[in-house]
């Protein structure tokens, strides 16, 4: 029996628009289970209780680049070993992903905003529908992170799939960490377009053409979603 797993992972939330939070991003990562990728999980864990974390320790990389949270303690070298470990997972791994970025500044209420959301994805999903529906089986995890997603989720992906769809914590699935460095990067990307990119962010990367390089176009050109799947 072929199974797809999608993993779904956002950044920002449904508040109006702030200077410092002006984008929300969704991103949904593709996993087909008849590929392997435990020996990649494998390494993960194995960077991870190098760094003095548990191996099922949960990366969130925007923290981790403005060292905040549990990586408050965490010199710059450390914190970039830690990220390129995410990021070298990421790219081992046999996985695509769709990211969607919205201006929050672009909707005069939450409704028009979750709106838009709703027509990208469902957009996506009728596009793809071909691909998608050649598996016997999805599931689709989420965090139930926001209520408005998790409408979404449910009602979307069992109108057009029939779709299993699991509550799960981020730390049980190294692939949702994926999701997350997924969406920090589409929000770098959006900024390096638009504002420019913050002071610890710009330490953290040395420079927007190392970013560019080493990683959004890397993420852009080996992982994003197959248009003619």
Do not use: W
Not at 24 to 51: A, C, M, N, P, W
Not at 89 to 105: E, G, Q, T, V
Not at 111 to 129: A, C, G, N, P, Y
Not at 142 to 155: A, F, M, R
């Amino acid at each position: 029996m072929s199974r797809l797993s999608v993993f779904i992972d956002e950044s920002g939330d449904f508040g109006s628009y702030e200077h410092h939070a002006p984008y929300y991003i969704i991103t949904l990562v593709f996993h087909d289970q008849g590929s392997d990728i435990s020996e990649q999980i494998d390494h993960l864990k194995r960077h991870l209780v190098e760094q003095n974390f548990a191996e099922n320790h949960a990366i969130h990389s925007a923290p981790l680049i403005r060292r905040e949270r549990d990586y408050s303690g965490m010199d710059l070298t450390a914190r970039r070993k830690l990220f390129r470990s995410l990021f070298t997972f990421m790219r081992l791994c046999d996985i695509s992903y769709k990211s969607f970025a919205f201006k929050k500044r672009e909707f005069s209420d939450h409704d028009q905003m979750v709106s838009r959301i709703s027509r990208e994805v469902s957009t996506f999903l009728k596009d793809h529908l071909a691909f998608l529906q050649s598996f016997d089986r999805i599931i689709v995890y989420y965090d139930n992170g926001q209520k408005e997603i998790t409408n979404l989720v449910n009602t979307l992906f069992n109108a057009f799939l029939e779709a299993e769809v699991r509550k799960v914590s981020p730390s049980d699935y190294s692939l949702f960490q994926a999701a997350d460095m997924f969406c920090t990067l589409a929000l770098l990307e959006e900024k390096r377009k638009n504002e420019g990119l913050s002071n610890s962010e710009k330490e953290f990367f040395m420079s927007i053409r190392d970013l560019k390089k080493n990683y959004l176009k890397t993420r852009q050109c080996e992982k994003a979603f197959p248009v003619g799947a």
